[in-house]
Structures are given as structure tokens and as C-alpha cells.
């Protein structure tokens, strides 16, 4: 059984930085592909960024150069590192096994999620 549980939110100035942290059970991190997601209020979730098993990284556009994405297989956990937030960085955020070659979640299954607010 698969379980995903993000942790690292809170609230943060404009131009502050949050580091998020999910920590995986009932399938290995490496088998394929790992992702963080968002999703604001009305708003559909997200992709933010992927890493694959080979360590090929992948960040839409509005994060890039700002969002650092990683694991550490040991502990079969993915981070996600959030440099110079912005207001529309606001959400909650999510991760997820997924399949690399399509970028979709391999389990309709999502943990509780962890809050990210950046104030202006």
C-alpha cells in the first residue's frame, strides 16, 4: 500500500524560501519517476517539477531557476527546495509517483499535502 507524506510548509515573505520533504512507503522513489504538484484554490493541481531514477530533472517554466528537486533513495524520500517565493507560488503541495515517459501520477492515490503561503 502506498503512502505519501509531505511535510515543510508554512508561511513565508516574497522572496523567502521553504524546503518540503516527502517521505514514500509501499513502492521504492526509484522505480520510475517522482513529482511535486500544487494546487491552488480554485485551481487544478499542478505539475511543478520531476526527477527520474537516473536523476534527469524536469521544472515548468514558472519555477525554474528557483525550485531545486531531489531524493535521497535511502530514506526513499523526494525534497522539494523553494528559492524566491512568490505570491502565485501559493498552494498546497503535493508528490506522487509518476510515470516519466507520460508525466502522470501512477497511483490516484495523495497524501494530506503541506500548505505553502507566500504573503507580498
Request: charged share 15%; hydrophobic share 35%; aromatic share 12%.
Amino acid at each position: 500500500q502506498v503512502q505519501l507524506v509531505e511535510s515543510g510548509g508554512g508561511l513565508v515573505q516574497t522572496g523567502g524560501s521553504l524546503g518540503l520533504s516527502c517521505v514514500a512507503s509501499g513502492r521504492t522513489i526509484s522505480s520510475d519517476a517522482m513529482g511535486w504538484f500544487r494546487q491552488a484554490p480554485g485551481k487544478e493541481r499542478e505539475l511543478v517539477a520531476a526527477i527520474r531514477w537516473i536523476g534527469t530533472t524536469y521544472y515548468r517554466n514558472s519555477v525554474k531557476g528557483r525550485f531545486t528537486i531531489s531524493t535521497d533513495n535511502a530514506k526513499n524520500t523526494v525534497y522539494l527546495q523553494m528559492n524566491s517565493l512568490k505570491p502565485e507560488d501559493t498552494a498546497v503541495y503535493y508528490c506522487n509517483f509518476i510515470r516519466w515517459a507520460t508525466m502522470a501520477v501512477i497511483y490516484e492515490y495523495w497524501g494530506q499535502g503541506t500548505q505553502v503561503t507566500v504573503s507580498s
